[in-house]
């Protein structure tokens, strides 16, 4: 994302008018662009979705959620939430 001066951009009439509501601060202006959900651009929420189902079938096939932590990186909590989700 990059910053411009809006005077460069933006006609002087719609300049002054959000001068009215925001004088001197930074705006966001997003783009018309439908966003994709969190992590469907990158296959992250593919990725968590297979592991996370991985933790529960060996969780039930007998794992102990201390092994699981130690295998995954990841805290006993973590592995809890995830197990009995």
Known sequence: MKYRNASDILP???????QKYAPGEILYVPSPQKRKPWGQGSGARVFYAQRNEEIRRKFF????????????????????KIVYK
Request: charged content about 35%; aromatic content about 4%.
């Open 61 to 80: 096939q007998g794992a102990k959620l201390d092994q699981l932590a130690e295998e995954y990186s990841l805290s006993p909590e973590t592995i809890r």
């Open 12 to 18: 002087d009439q719609l300049l002054r008018e959000l």
